[in-house]
């Protein structure tokens, strides 16, 4: 809503932004980003979905009309935003000069790339960092201004180039602030062409960065391909989505930092998760296993080689495991994996009709050795993926109320005949008028992302059901540097 007020104001229409109750800070905070503070609000009383017809009526009418009428008879306060940088140590001690910041209502305390913001022991730095919100709650490795400098030493890069604008805070995203985040979660410089690639991602509108803090807490997955991955030190194997190998790791973390820290993905801003979760590590994918099968990375998917270096980005909503699948071809382990493509699988349907049109793309992470199963059998991607649009399954009446009735997301509860009677979904969705007939989660098979990674010698699988446009797949090259 508050983007397109902004979008009004720009064009001289006077506007209010009708928000839920505990919205109003991340709508202050998307105008300001985009160069409006003082935007006119009106706050809606509880939460919509939990209320009545007649109750939501009678809050509107009672809390939120006169706020409204307010808002368009008088002049917005528009401004220009406010282009930061993410904050940066000068010295390992020198005297903390800057106030503690606003988070909401002023980017007055926003501080240049090589301010000082904070002295002292390792301990004092890390309490300053987190009761300003510069951190995840875990410690960090204090950026110092040598220590950045020497993060970037041979890069060949301006430190001060920008790769973009966050379009949730306005703020230059330069190769600097790319740096001080690293430096922070405890990346090794070599992981530097792998970060700007992520930020660069994060830049695309296809992407959609702005929609990172949305209620469900979905969050970003980074999927590594190419020749290069294991020499940067990136994990592909035993316990592949699991922390503890430095470069999966830290890569993975510097993404929540630098989300929080130039994007403004805090409670106090943009971060309206619900529950939320952790930062996910790089899921790298298993290469040689996927050359000997002849099969083509997640990558390529997205136009790139199977060769080139690639990092795909994506936001999910949760995941499954699919453990010790049993079978000795594919026809035997498809029914299972298909299974926990639609155990996965809820609200999320909501992506393929009705917040987004046709754009669910659940991801299928597959153990080596079941990716061999199929790929022994002749199988291609493409093969497996027409299986699984005919296993991964649900009840026509389970589909029509997730997306209109237990989930609220389109309105008028259709059927699905209605839906592809009107062409918004493919015939497969009305086969007949049978509420128990089975109907696929994806428009085609094509919507399937696999990719192949994990212990090599068990057979597991891994699910992710996926956030549509709220975090599109979106995939960039990774670019080697005059250091790398």
């Known amino acids: 809503m508050a983007r397109a007020a902004v979008a009004a104001e720009a064009a001289g229409v006077p506007s209010v932004s009708v928000v839920c109750e505990s919205f109003d800070g991340q709508a202050v905070a998307t105008a300001r980003g985009h160069g409006f503070d003082g935007l006119q609000l009106a706050v809606t009383v509880g939460h919509v979905d939990a209320q009545s017809a007649a109750e939501m009526e009678r809050n509107f009418v009672d809390h939120t009309v006169d706020a409204v009428i307010a808002g368009l008879t008088r002049s917005a306060n528009s401004g220009n935003g406010t282009n930061g940088a993410v904050a940066g140590i000068a010295s390992d001690r020198t005297d903390t000069t800057q106030d503690e910041p606003s988070p909401i209502h002023s980017h007055a305390a926003e501080v240049a790339p090589h301010d000082t913001v904070a002295s002292g ?15 995840d709650g875990l ?18 890069l301006d430190p001060q180039q920008s790769l973009g604008l966050a379009r949730t805070t306005g703020r230059d995203m330069t190769v600097w602030s790319v740096a001080t985040n690293a430096v922070m979660a405890g990346c090794e410089p070599r992981h530097l062409p792998v970060l700007l690639a992520a930020a660069r991602i994060l830049t695309d509108p296809h992407y959609g960065a702005e929609h990172s803090g949305n209620t469900t807490g979905a969050d970003a997955l980074m999927i590594l391909d190419g020749p290069n991955a294991a020499k940067l030190g990136f994990n592909s194997g035993v316990g592949a989505l699991r922390d503890g190998v430095r470069a999966n790791t830290s890569v993975g973390r510097w993404l929540r930092l630098y989300q929080r820290n130039v994007f403004g993905f805090t409670a106090a801003e943009h971060d309206k998760s619900t529950f939320g979760n952790t930062f996910r590590v790089v899921l790298c994918e298993d290469a040689a296993t996927l050359a000997d099968i002849g099969w083509e990375p997640v990558g390529a998917e997205f136009g790139f080689d199977p060769d080139d270096d690639v990092l795909t980005m994506a936001r999910f909503n949760s995941g499954a495991i699919i453990g010790s699948v049993f079978g ?28 987004g049109r046709l754009q669910y793309r659940p991801l299928l992470v597959l153990s080596p050795i079941l990716a061999r199963t199929c790929a022994a059998a002749g199988w291609t991607k493409a093969d497996l993926a027409e299986a699984l649009f005919e296993h991964a399954r649900i009840p026509a009446w389970r589909f029509e109320k997730l997306i209109g009735e237990w989930s609220n997301l389109v309105a008028g509860r259709p059927r699905l005949t209605d839906i592809v009677a009107a062409s918004d979904l493919p015939p497969e969705f009305a086969t007949s008028d049978d509420p128990d007939r089975l109907v696929p989660i994806v ?15 068990r057979t597991n699988a891994y699910v992710f059901s996926h956030d549509g446009p709220h975090g599109d797949y979106t995939a960039k090259s990774i670019e080697p540097l005059s250091s790398t």
């Open 443 to 457: 428009s085609t098979p094509a919507k399937f992302v696999i990719a192949v990674a994990g212990d090599a010698n």
């Open 121 to 135: 022991s390792i301990d004092e730095i890390n309490d300053t960092f987190a009761s300003r919100g510069w951190s």
């Open 139 to 156: 410690p960090i490795i204090p950026p110092t201004r040598e220590r950045v400098e020497a993060f970037l030493a041979g890069s060949g």
């Open 328 to 355: 000795s071809t594919p026809d035997e382990i498809v029914p299972y994996l298909g299974d926990g493509l639609a155990r996965v699988t809820g609200w999320d349907l909501g992506h393929l009709y009705g917040l």
